[in-house]
């Protein structure tokens, strides 16, 4: 299903984790030659092992998958969420709802403006509407089935 050289659409962000001990006090170069003898008996017996998910600090990363949406306007919207399922990793798959996020699948047209039944809102189509609108930059069309742009820059 998946071919090896498409890239996934969303990761986690790497983050360092580290607790940077020394950068608020600045004494490391006063100290360090404390940690130097330091006395066997004293020492753990056994270190634990850390959880990768201190590492990433739970960030996700999806700018490329708003690239991807971008790129696939106009196509059928069924294609276009079947390959983002696909080229999602198996671990992230919790996040596969951050794709409503941006865009708004079950939209119908009420009194010619869009309406989001998911947010129970009209769609913000042009930028000087106000706060009772919902503000996402992609739509899929009722009539074609088609993804579409929400707000023309």
């Known amino acids: ?23 608020g006090s ?17 020492l753990p017996s056994h270190e634990a092992i850390k959880s990768s998910g201190k590492f990433y600090n739970g960030k996700i990363n999806y700018g490329l998958l708003v690239r991807f949406l971008r790129g696939h ?16 990793p198996t671990k992230l798959l919790d996040y596969k709802e951050m794709i409503y996020w941006f865009v ?25 509407q106000s706060f009772e609108y919902v ?3 992609f739509y899929v069309d009722p009539d074609t089935n088609t993804l579409k742009e929400s707000i023309s820059k």
Request: hydrophobic content about 30%; cysteine-free.
């Open 73 to 88: 306007i106009g196509r059928d919207w069924n294609e276009v969420h079947q390959e983002i399922i696909s080229r999602i």
């Open 104 to 128: 708004a699948d079950q939209v119908e047209y009420l009194n010619g403006k869009a309406w989001d039944k998911r947010e129970q809102k009209f769609l913000r189509t042009e930028v000087a």
């Open 26 to 42: 600045f004494d490391y170069s006063d100290e360090r030659h404390l940690f130097k003898n330091v006395d066997l008996e004293t």
């Open 135 to 137: 503000s996402k930059e």
């Open 1 to 23: 299903m998946r071919n090896d050289n498409k890239r996934w659409l969303i990761s986690r962000m790497k983050t360092s984790g580290s607790k940077r001990a020394y950068v």
